[in-house]
C-alpha cells in the first residue's frame, strides 16, 4: 500500500471514530429544540408592521411545536446512542439532576440581568432609571464585585458549613434579591444593592451545585456528568436574554424624550416587573424544592 493510500486510510479511520464517539444526532435534534424555542420567545411582540408577511401567530406556535417534539425525538434519539450527548440514566439520578435544574437557573438569571439591567437604567423618568451610560456601568459594577468575591471563597465557606445550606442559602438570598428589585425596580440605589446580593448568592449557587456534581457523580462518569452541567450552564444563558427580550418587546410604552425625537418606543414598567417575577418565581420554586429533599 502506497503512503497516499495509507493516509487517506487513517483519516477515514479518523472520521469514522469521530462520528461512532460523537452523537451527530442528538446534537443536531437538540439544537433544533433550543433553536425553535427561543426562536418561539423572539417572535412574541406587542405590534408588527403591516407590510410583514411573516404570520406571527401561525410562525409563533409552528416553532414551540417544533421544539416539544425535538425534546421527544431527542429522548428517543438518546436512549438509542451507544454514546448519548447526555446520559439519562446519569442525569435522572437526584442530585444530578437538582445540580443541573441549579445551573439552568442560574445561567437564565444571570443573563436576564445582563439583558434587562442595562435597558432599565437607560429607559427614561418615570418608567425607568433615566441614567447613562456610565450608570449602567456603576449599577452593575456591585453584582460583578460580589460575583468575583464569593466565587473564590464560596469552597471555604462550603468547607464550613457544607453543600445542601450554602445552596439553601443561595437560592434564599438570590429570591430575596430578585423580590426586592421586583417591588423597587425604579430606585437605583436599591437596584444596586440588590444586584450585589443576587451576585453573592448566584455564586455560592453555582459552587455549591459543582460541589455536589462531583461528590455525587460515578468517577468514571465523571467527564460525562461535568460535560451535562456545561450543556444546562449554556441553555440557560441562552434562554435568560431570550426571555427577557421578549417581554421588553411584547410591553411597549411611549415616552416624550430628548434622543433626537419627541416621541420614543421603550420598554414598560411591566415588562421589567414580568422578567424580576419569573426570576423569583423559578427560585422560589427551587427553594422548595431543595427544602423537599432536604435530609435525603
Not at 93 to 99: A, E, G, Q, S, Y
Request: net charge positive; with cysteine; proline share 5%.
Amino acid at each position: 500500500m502506497s503512503p497516499t493510500t495509507n493516509k487517506h486510510k487513517q483519516k477515514r479511520d479518523a472520521r469514522s471514530k469521530f462520528a461512532s464517539d460523537f452523537d451527530i444526532k442528538g446534537t443536531f435534534v437538540l439544537s433544533v429544540a433550543i433553536t425553535s424555542f427561543i426562536l418561539a420567545l423572539t417572535l412574541v411582540e406587542s405590534e408588527r408592521n403591516p407590510s410583514d408577511t411573516i404570520n406571527a401567530p401561525l410562525a409563533q406556535i409552528s416553532v414551540f411545536v417544533t421544539s416539544i417534539v425535538s425534546i421527544f425525538v431527542f429522548i428517543i434519539v438518546e436512549r438509542k446512542s451507544p454514546k448519548p450527548l447526555i446520559d439519562l440514566k446519569l442525569l435522572t439520578l437526584r442530585p444530578i439532576l437538582l445540580t443541573n435544574v441549579i445551573v439552568l437557573i442560574w445561567g437564565i438569571s444571570t443573563f436576564a440581568i445582563f439583558q434587562s439591567i442595562p435597558v432599565l437604567v437607560r429607559t427614561p423618568l418615570p418608567i425607568g432609571i433615566g441614567g447613562n451610560a456610565l450608570d449602567v456601568v456603576y449599577m452593575t459594577l456591585p453584582f460583578s464585585i460580589m460575583s468575583l468575591i464569593f466565587g473564590p471563597t464560596s469552597g471555604f465557606i462550603i468547607s464550613k458549613i457544607g453543600s445542601s445550606k450554602v445552596i439553601l442559602a443561595g437560592s434564599v438570598l438570590t429570591t430575596v434579591g430578585f423580590i426586592s428589585i421586583l417591588v423597587l425596580y425604579y430606585d437605583a440605589l436599591q437596584i444596586a444593592v440588590n444586584l450585589a446580593i443576587i451576585g453573592s448568592s448566584l455564586s455560592l449557587l453555582n459552587v455549591g451545585q459543582i460541589n455536589i456534581n462531583t461528590a455525587s457523580t460515578p468517577f468514571e462518569d465523571m467527564g460525562i456528568s461535568f460535560g451535562i452541567n456545561k450543556l444546562f450552564r449554556f441553555m440557560g444563558s441562552t434562554i435568560g436574554p431570550a426571555f427577557a427580550g421578549m417581554f421588553m418587546q411584547a410591553n411597549q410604552t411611549i415616552v416624550n424624550t430628548s434622543y433626537g425625537t419627541n416621541i420614543v418606543s421603550f420598554p414598560s414598567a411591566m415588562s421589567f416587573v414580568n422578567i424580576f417575577f419569573v426570576c423569583s418565581f423559578c427560585l422560589l420554586l427551587l427553594y422548595i424544592y431543595l427544602l423537599l429533599l432536604k435530609g435525603k
